[in-house]
């Protein structure tokens, strides 16, 4: 039988939700259809309103909690019908669902991602996993990243140590070195800071291609003290979200160095403090990588891959789509795969990365319309 799946991922950058049909088999994973759908009007606002607010109703909470599985469910039917297997051939549907809070710090550590799997199931009835992150957390992990167990199974070789960098709003590391234990860890603000920045100072919703970065002077008081924050010198496990990196985070660090500064100097000082905690994160592992897999929507940042290639000259770096997976798919592959592992009823969470107690299948099941 065929291993069809569909994976849904909607990411911090909150730029809209990827999915993909992915074939899995022993050579790997084959995408068949992938479509990105850019949240436009209501529901966009109303989930930035979630996790930006500082108070938000249970009625709210719900409501958005639907409505994110509802346009998941659209997003896959549309998928599906501009391809060439209809939703009986499908095993199952792995998503991320949308984090509106992510806390790992103990004690009362929680991580909570809404867009509601049974609307999922009902809607597209195809069997949907989802949540993934709780079990990890369960089981004293950070919930977080995922990705280093998936990017071991589709990006490391055995003779080559390698290191992968997924840029989305959070960037994430992992470090796959043949007969070593896999690390990986958020390293910070990927294009979380760099969109937000771009979209208040002129209301578009990133820089493209990091052309407005390249108009600005990098502040070094600035870079100095976004640096300080805790966070980057934390050893690992670790793992963040956007209560921390926000722009609350960064009007506080513009505040302590009491100087005004014209609004594209401030984007390319984030742009330089993505590359460099990037950087500085890849170095402090001692991976001693030959190659750096690129993926997730900031390879597209010219600016920023330019300077990250700047900040490591002895390393190669290469997009994704080199390894057969394109940036912009990875993650959404990711929660096929995770899908598929929890229905074999193999682990998908790797402790030496997230810090749990144990290896564990993770992720709910909720079976289709039979
Ligand atoms: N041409 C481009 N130039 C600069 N940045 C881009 C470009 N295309 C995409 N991006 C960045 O990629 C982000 C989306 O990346 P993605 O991997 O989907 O992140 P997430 O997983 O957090 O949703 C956009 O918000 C934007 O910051
Ligand atoms: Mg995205």
Redesign the pocket.
Known sequence: MRELYIGG???????GV?VVLVEFSAAGSNIHQATTTPYTGKLGKRIKNLITQPQVTLQELGEVNVAIGKFFGQCILKLLETSDFGAHEITAIGHSGHTVYHKPEKPDAFTMQIGDSSTIAANTGITTVGNFRNMDMAFGGQGAPLAPAFHEWCFSDTKESRIVVN????ANISVLQPKLPLLGFDTGP??TL??NWTHRCTGK??????DWSKTGQINKPLLLALKKDKYFERSPPKSTGLEHFNLAWLEGELREINRTLPDEDVQATLTELTAETIAEAIVSTNGDPQRIILC???V??TALVERLSELLPSIELESSAECGIGP?WV?AVMFAWLARARLKGRSGNAPTVTGARQVTPLGGVYFGAT
């Open positions: 991922m909607s990411g911090t950058s909150q730029d990827d840029i989305g709003g959070i990927g294009n760099l969109d919703s990133f820089d493209h291609n990091g997730g929507g900031g597209l940042n912009e993650e």
